[in-house]
């Protein structure tokens, strides 16, 4: 096995052994917090925009990990670490998304919890800009990480400024997120479909060779 595999295994050990001794030390109802299905509510299809938006935050930090495998790690070090932050953003905000961790720690501060929300919008142009070689993407791809960051702006200015009460709001707010979150996988899906089109054509320009 590849370190990686003794890693992935590992965690998912202390995660299964970690479980099990909460239902040890306490109960099965306790525990059923951590292993039931969402199912809060009556209401048929219960919290179905925050499961597309997680999956696809997390598909897109899928996506750039399996982009990641189709370049030469040494001599695309720059590629390298762009695919890296954003395996490391999509997953963090896909976490964040499901377990609400951003809104935690803005009542933890005592601020609006959307401008922690734009800072991490601001890290991310930060590292587009750094290490995205935005350059070296297709156009289709430059239109979807536009129309993403112009979603989550949307999605920004609703949260923060809009009245809490106002109607079509919280539509807003959430349908711009849902938008922006699959124009950004898109943004990624495009990444991958450029270097699986690379490989390809240097497979065959090779085959040609002989």
Known sequence: MRPLHYVIFSLTTIYTVTLMVIE????QD????????IQQGQVLFFGINTVFTTFLLWASALLFAISLLCIDQQRERREYWFFWSQIVMFFSLGFDERFMVHERVGRWLNMEDAYLLLAVGLVELLLLFRL????????SALTFLFLGALMFGVMIIVDGFFPAQMLLRLSMEDLAKFWGCLFLCLFAWE????HVERLKANR???AAMY
Not at 30 to 37: E, M
Not at 132 to 139: D, E, I, S, V, Y
Not at 191 to 194: A, C, E, G, K, P
């Open 24 to 27: 040890w030390k306490t109960s």
């Open 30 to 37: 306790f525990v059923r917090n951590f292993l039931g299905d």
């Open 132 to 139: 995205g070689a935005l350059k070296q993407r297709t156009p």
């Open 191 to 194: 990444i991958l479909r450029q």
């Open 204 to 206: 065959l320009k090779s």
